[in-house]
């Protein structure tokens, strides 16, 4: 991620070199007012200093991945630039989902509200408690369709590919409505998916 500036450690909110980051997050909820709670979290993100929220998908409902989650997910992606280095872009998500109501629960359960980081630039990290690119974007279509809406032109890094060169189907997902800057415009719909 490039040098420490000369002078002390750098500053923990902000990138090393001060540069604007193309980054996206996915959006999923699957809990109360569903749309709702991606609201908040859009404007939350876009609130958020050194965080500009510049794109958002459609919303799309999709079913749960396990029986641990009962409701269906209303799913979206924004992409925004930030000067925030990844870890502090997660602590903002976690503080985000946390303010929302989200608690400590089963892995891929019900949730209030949930942040993932998918892309930051081209940037591969893997650590403990931050994988980026996100493991498991190739393998949702929830989480690639969204971000291939917002980013078409950004590069996967572990595959190189831009995310419109990504073989991808909306299979599964039912369009829902559409996410706008700052916020989510248009409604949550009724969905064919199963509850």
């Known amino acids: 991620m490039g040098p420490r500036p000369a002078g002390g450690a750098p ?48 919303l799309w409902w999709s079913l749960p991945l396990t029986p ?28 985000i989902e946390r303010r929302l109501g989200r608690k400590p629960g089963v892995r891929w359960s019900d949730r209030i509200v949930d942040l993932d980081i998918l892309l930051y630039g081209e940037a591969i990290i893997e650590g403990a408690d931050l994988r980026i690119p996100h493991v498991e974007m190739l393998n949702r279509n929830f989480a690639l369709v969204p971000a291939w809406e917002v980013a078409p032109e950004m590069v996967h890094p ?35 998916a199963r509850r």
């Open 11 to 58: 500053d923990a909110h902000r990138s090393l070199d001060s540069s604007v980051m193309d980054a996206v997050i996915a959006l999923g909820s699957s809990l109360g007012d569903r749309e709702r709670n991606l609201i908040l979290a859009v404007r939350a993100l876009d609130a958020t200093k050194n965080v500009t929220v510049t794109a958002g998908s459609h």
């Open 68 to 95: 641990d989650a009962r409701g269906r997910f209303l799913n979206a992606a924004v992409r925004i630039e930030t000067t925030l280095l990844p870890q502090a872009l997660l602590r903002r998500c976690k503080a």
């Open 158 to 192: 572990d595959v190189g590919l831009r995310l419109s060169e990504i073989p991808m189907s909306p299979l599964g997902l039912c369009p829902a409505g559409v996410v706008s800057v700052g916020g989510l415009r248009g409604h949550a719909g009724r969905s064919t």
